[in-house]
Nanobody, 118 residues
């Protein structure tokens, strides 16, 4: 599967953005999907993931209550709705996929930059 992330940009603090991750080359419903982020000078950090059907979602504590992950398998797309953005949310956001319930993330998109100004 190939993943293409989009939707990043520059937003003021407390604003909102919605990221999209479009999948091609396979059926999205086969995959667990996730979002990660990497801030300048830092390692890649887990943000959220969602199960195959979308029935369960998991979030990092730092984004819980502000971010919402969702998926539309008919459109082969996963979304990350980000509200109440903070400057510390500034990072390159990556979507990732895996087939197994657990284990490493096998497929990665190219990343989309989110910049939150104070």
């Amino acid at each position: 599967v190939q993943l293409q992330a989009s939707g990043g940009g520059l937003v003021q603090a407390w604003g909102s953005l919605r990221l999209s991750c479009a999948a091609s080359g396979d059926i999205l419903s086969r995959y667990y999907m996730a979002w990660f982020r990497q801030a300048p000078g830092q390692g890649r950090q887990f943000v959220s993931h969602i199960t195959w059907s979308g029935g369960l979602q998991y979030y990092a504590d730092s984004v819980k209550g502000r971010f919402t992950i969702s998926r539309d398998n008919a459109k082969n797309t996963v979304y990350l709705q980000m509200n109440s953005l903070k400057p510390e949310d500034t990072a390159v956001y990556y979507c990732a996929a895996r087939v197994a319930r657990m284990g490493s993330w096998d497929y990665w998109g190219q990343g989309t930059l989110v910049t939150v100004s104070s």
